[in-house]
């Protein structure tokens, strides 16, 4: 526990200060972390084997996944003082690096038959879109107006949430929520948490407007809150699910106390593209 605990209040203190200074200060431990979290779920779907650390399909995702990053860095760069246009081009960077991923995959599992089975690049192309691609978007929210609001928004969707679900499920917990898949979370612990979340994000609005008094967005930050807690859940207990497929505790040993990169940014993994959606359309961040 006192691991834990050290790691957490470490990991807590480095998402604070790489989120005051964003930029490529937050995108490279970002990318980091997204490669790692990518070999973690290789392992467990199988397209790593477990004596492995690395073979052509991670060599491919892993240098696409450094071409994405830093293509963001230098679209920051160059838009990032234009919002609309950043949006669309970002999207639009991302769109074609998911289809080179899935070629470039593929190409290698037709030049290489049959060293790898079509098992192993469908899950290499699924880890990419999970890990690296969805980790993505805690940087690109951050670079959004009012981008550290709603890059703090991420995490209060997911801790807050979980840390107010905790608590209501050891005082009110009764009905089981997914009794089969973590059958310590319940129903009241899931509304406990989706309370606490709204409670917190509707606070952080009236921070963002005692900052900027034109940005009022109090409902808007309430339904952030609310959809941000919902998917964060679905992220805990995605990561979950595919451990017990395939038969494991945790994805990893990296973080004392906690596991590996999957382990600890499960629900942020879903909740930061959410995030993003909902601030560029609730917020009016783009013309879309």
Request: proline share 4%; aromatic share 10%.
């Amino acid at each position: 526990m006192k691991q834990r605990v050290i790691s957490g209040v470490v990991i807590a203190v480095l998402i604070v200060v790489l989120g005051l200074i964003g930029g490529p200060i937050l995108a490279i431990p970002i990318m980091v972390c997204s490669m790692i979290g990518y070999g973690e779920l290789g392992h467990a779907c199988g397209f790593l084997q477990k004596e492995q650390k690395a073979n052509l399909l991670t060599g491919i995702a892993l240098g696409i996944t450094a071409v994405y990053y830093i293509g963001l860095i230098l679209l920051e760069s160059r838009w990032g003082s234009d919002p609309q246009t950043m949006v669309y081009a970002s999207d639009f960077f991302t769109m074609v690096i998911l289809v080179a991923a899935f070629l470039a995959l593929m190409i290698a599992y037709v030049l290489t038959f049959p060293a790898y089975r079509a098992e192993q690049v469908m899950a290499g192309v699924f880890s990419f879109v999970y890990v690296p691609v969805l980790m993505s978007f805690i940087y690109r929210t951050r670079i959004l107006p009012y981008g550290i609001y709603l890059y703090a928004l991420i995490f209060i969707c997911s801790s807050v949430c979980d840390t107010c679900a905790l608590a209501a499920g050891m005082l009110f917990g009764k009905h089981k929520m997914a009794p089969v898949l973590s059958p310590k979370k319940t129903i009241e612990g899931a509304i406990g948490g989706v309370a606490g979340s709204a409670i917190c994000s509707v606070i952080l609005s009236f921070v963002l407007k005692a900052a900027d008094p034109e940005a009022v967005y109090h409902w808007q930050f309430l339904i952030i809150g609310i959809c941000g807690a919902l998917i964060s859940m679905i992220g805990d207990l995605a990561a979950s699910a595919i451990k017990r497929n395939h038969a494991i505790k945790d994805y990893g040993n990296l973080i004392p106390g906690h596991g590996g990169i999957m382990d600890r940014f499960d629900s942020i993994i879903f909740t930061a593209p959410l995030i993003y959606i909902l601030g560029v359309f609730l917020l009016g961040t783009a013309a879309l």
